[in-house]
């Protein structure tokens, strides 16, 4: 037996060994898969960490040339303005010039009817018509001076006509490359001009699409937010994965000596379960006895209620009592005055019978013995009916008095009654209290109970809502992860939609630089033609002036002169305004070149003219 009871401990402690190895076995598993998830845990959150970065990397930049389009498209909105601006001047200066041209060309026509009239003036017979005045030496000595004069001006006019026809060559071949070259600025204008269109419809298209950028920044930067506030969360969620971390980590080397004290404590804590559940049970007991002990408290409530409710109506029947006799005791009070009023008449009576007894026995003094004896008899007789009278006063006295002692004592004996039973029931009132004190403890104890078991209910209630809640969360989680997939997934590809919209915006910009070189590079041209051309229309103006001076009064010499050197002034003035060097001056620049083209036309054409 003993050896069998040996082998059966000897297998029952292999047994708790194995069990003993297993959970230890299990508890290590557990352990390396919380620390494998751990792992896990911490490499996402470093990916996601990296992907935060890159994501607020690339928001950044995209910010970044967001705000440098914006900076442009606002440089491109001043310089269109500036440019608006330059242009009515342009317009209002080509307005100016072609008006000054048109004086010029006047100018020249009556300069050249002029010279042809000065031709005409300097013939010799209208200039010397008065010669029959003079002698005819002098007239002899004029004319061959004029002759002279004529033979010089004529070799000095064929040597300046041989000039002139060589100039005129000169000029008219100059006039008509001015004109081919007139035709293709005005061809180039008019292409300038359906450029400068189009690039107003893109200044507009590109207003809009600032407009359009702007609210995608706007959401941009709402996005943005938002993604800041994700951040700040799962940067929270990231620290507080550390902290969990390092509270795992403590709680790691915590377990492993806990791990062993766990084992000691489970033999104790079986024998703890066994202790509570007795412990419930007896605290079941307990609760069914407290329940029956408030459910007598409250019959003996019930009962007691009742008990005072019949003690305050006997109360109020006792009190009605006492008001009657109190009333009675009254009415007898003032019969006993009226007794009193009566008895003190009844002996002033008696006192006024003494003194006319007196009167009557002075005045029967002197009588005889006879009538003494009579008086003694009389006296006699009344001190019997005196003393009967005094006798029968004092007995109603006493009667009255009596009935005095008796109402009083009666009165104090139901007094005394009523005091006695107004203390039974202020005693029976004060127990009813101390009954009632009890039964509102065990109310209250009711009510405690009835809110636990409230309680109860709402905390199995709640259990059940935190679990649909925990469920719910989970469920939202998921879906909030799927939701952030999704959205970096969008914001990947409005980033590469936004920077594909950048390099578009950027290629546009390279464009119209190119273009604003170009047409900087054509003003430049322009500008050395307008050079040239005022240097050879300087050129013109001194030969016509060179001529002029031979054939034209000094009067018109000195207009011609004077409007000459203003027309020059005025185009000194505009060659002096200044170069504009930003993009949106630049178009003001190519329009002052074309409103530069078209002025010449004029100017050339009337030269051609005259």
Known sequence: MVHNEAVKLQELLRLEREKSKELTHSDKAQFSAIQKQIALLLEDGRHKENQLQEEEHKIVEAQIEIFILQKCLGDMAEANSDVSGQLQKQQEAHKVLEEKLACLTQNNQKLTEGIGSVMEVLQFDEKYGSLD??????????????????????????????NQILEKSLVVTLLEHFGREVADLRSERSVLRQEWQAKSEELLQLQSERHDLLKISCDLRKDVEARNRKVDEMKADSKFLVRQLSELQESRQSLQAEIIKLIEENSSMAGKLYDSREKEKSFEDDFSNVIGEAIRTDILGVVFRSLHDERTSELQALHEDFGCLHAAGNELYQEIRLMNKKLGDLQLENNYLEKELSRTLSICDGSSPEIGSARRRTMRRDTKLLKSGRKSLQEGAVNVEQRKEVDNAGLEKSNEMLREELHKLQSEMQLLKNNEQPVI?????????????????????????????????????????????????????????????????????NAVEIENRRLKVDLNGDFTVLGALQTEVSALERQTLSLAKDCVPSNKLKKGISFVTSALKDCCETKRRPKLAEAGERHGAAEVAWNHQSAPEGGYGHRSRS
């Open 133 to 162: 005045l003079m002698k005819v030496d002098v007239v002899v000595q004029l004319i061959l001076h004029e002759i002279k004069c004529l033979l010089n001006t004529i070799s000095d006019a064929q040597d300046v006509k041989q």
């Open 441 to 509: 403890d065990v109310r209250s104890c009711d009510a405690e109970i009835s809110k636990l078991l409230a309680n109860m209910q709402i905390a199995t209630a709640n259990a059940a809502l935190f679990k649909e809640k925990v469920l719910e969360l989970i469920v939202a989680c998921e879906s909030s992860e799927i939701s952030e997939i999704v959205q970096k997934e969008v914001l990947k590809e409005e980033i590469s939609r936004r920077n594909s919209y950048v390099d578009a915006l950027k290629d546009k910009l």
